[in-house]
Nanobody, 128 residues
């Protein structure tokens, strides 16, 4: 069974850090690019970061550039999103996804159609 499972979300104060994990099962994640999206209440799902499967090229949305870092550990079949200096506007449900044909670079924000496997999401809440 193909599955992606996110973990690591929670409630933290502004300025804190969280690391989200995205564990894949039923398929080899190293054959796929990994994307992270988020969706706040009343807003559309937006791409915030992705990392290519081969050379580690990555994309970051301007809203998270310099604060978030995407990575992957192919031996563990897992992707990560390190989030530092969190702000209240980062509050959202965070989703990881995998796309076989997607190449990530600084100029292209992936769309949801680029990724075929999705996790169920993890809530991240930033509040004092």
């Amino acid at each position: 069974q193909v599955q992606l499972v996110e973990s690591g979300g929670g409630l933290v104060q502004p300025g804190a850090s969280l690391r989200l994990s995205c564990a894949a099962s039923g398929f080899r994640l190293d054959y796929y690019a990994i994307g992270w999206f988020r969706q706040a209440p009343g807003k559309e799902r937006e791409a915030i970061s992705c990392i290519s499967r081969v050379d580690g090229a990555s994309y970051y949305a301007d809203s998270v550039k310099g604060r978030f870092t995407i990575s992957r550990d192919n031996a563990k079949n897992t992707g990560y999103l390190q989030m530092n200096s969190l702000k209240p506007e980062d509050t959202a449900v965070y989703y990881c996804a995998a796309g076989e044909a997607l190449y990530c670079d600084g100029d292209y924000a992936p769309s949801t159609a680029d990724l075929g496997h999705w996790g169920q999401g993890t809530q991240v809440t930033i509040a004092s």
